[in-house]
């Protein structure tokens, strides 16, 4: 039962994270005055980044979880933000 409460929590953090960081890009954008393609190529790669963050702690939540550290921490926080990419 913990774990599925966590992650529900790590869920939820992660989707307001990724709103957040579309709002967050829209307002660098206009604060950079860009406009048409600039723009769209400044929003997606500011939302990928965002999405990268987000899965890179997500993913060290699930490490924290595991209890794991050391090398075996940073492998699995490696191939768990890779798989998260490939989705």
């Known amino acids: 039962m913990r774990k599925f409460v966590m992650m529900a929590l790590l869920a939820l953090v992660s989707a307001n994270v990724a709103l957040a960081g579309n709002a967050a890009c829209e307002a660098k954008a206009a604060e950079k005055k860009l406009a048409g393609a ?8 500011c939302e990928k980044d965002s999405k990268a963050s987000s ?3 997500s993913c060290e939540g699930k490490a924290a979880e595991k209890k794991l550290a050391g090398a075996a921490k940073a492998s699995f926080v490696k191939k768990c933000v890779k798989d998260a990419g490939a989705k």
């Open 38 to 45: 600039a723009k769209a190529s400044f929003l997606k790669k």
């Open 55 to 57: 899965a890179q702690s």
